[in-house]
């Protein structure tokens, strides 16, 4: 059963527009969430979290946006650049109030800029 | 510089061997993880641990152990019954993010195995 859901495997944008890439997930205890990029045969690097108590959050040109009640988030990036493109996972975890600190993380989308 | 050090990043093993992958951290942190990646169906949790001599299974334990017997290590064992070990194993632990306590999981760079 996957608890965290990308639905779409890739996106094309262009240079200059917003990405959109949207995570959905069906745990209602998941209490704080997190984006990373990927480039292949590399780690995942951080990009943005938020927290269960937050809708928005925001750092340069990256944005997450958490709708709880329909159990969705997303990240805008604003202006799209070529060197965003890569794969995309979104994560999330139950524990992160709790101590827990389980993560689960979603198929990921790959996100291709096109200049 | 402080982070996570995978090795070897490329493996290649024969049926019915087991292979041990490192991971060992430098940044003091407390929890630890390891997670698989296959083609299509992103990052999934095999073992985590929040401190030194626990561990739990993650979504796709079988066939893997873990010891976590130093803070700094949490190696990986993938065994002869692992059905299909070829994957991307990723090590990652938990710090400190931002001013607001948040915790994020820094990840190692990747150790490629492949079944021959």
């Known amino acids: 059963d996957q608890q965290v859901k990308q639905n779409s495997p890739s996106l094309s944008v262009q240079e200059g527009r917003i990405s959109i890439l949207n995570c959905d997930y069906t745990?209602?205890?998941?209490?704080?969430f997190l984006w990373y990029k990927k480039y292949p045969a590399e780690g995942p690097t951080f990009l943005i979290s938020?927290?269960?108590?937050?809708d928005k959050n925001e750092d340069g040109r990256f944005t997450v946006f958490l709708n709880k009640s329909a159990k969705h988030l997303s990240l805008h990036i604003v202006p799209s650049q070529p060197g965003d493109s890569a794969v995309y996972f979104c994560a999330a975890s139950e524990g992160w109030n709790s101590g827990t600190y389980k993560y689960i993380f979603g198929t990921g989308t790959r996100l291709k800029v096109l200049a | 510089d402080g982070g996570i050090t995978q090795s070897p990043k490329y493996l290649f093993r024969k049926e019915g061997q087991n292979v041990t992958l490192s991971c060992e951290q430098n940044?003091?942190?407390?929890?630890m993880y390891w997670y698989r990646q296959d083609p299509g169906q992103g990052l999934r949790l095999i073992y985590y641990s929040q401190i030194v001599n626990d561990f739990q299974k993650g979504d796709i334990a079988e066939g893997y152990s873990v010891s976590r017997e130093k803070k700094e290590s949490f190696p990986l064992t993938v065994t002869s019954a692992q059905k299909n070990p070829t994957a991307f194993y990723l090590c990652a632990s938990i710090g400190r993010g931002d001013f607001s306590g948040a915790n994020v999981l820094t990840f190692g760079a990747g150790s490629r195995l492949t079944v021959l």
């Open positions: 938020i927290s269960s108590i937050k």
């Open positions: 940044l003091n942190h407390d929890a």
């Open positions: 745990n209602s205890m998941f209490d704080y």
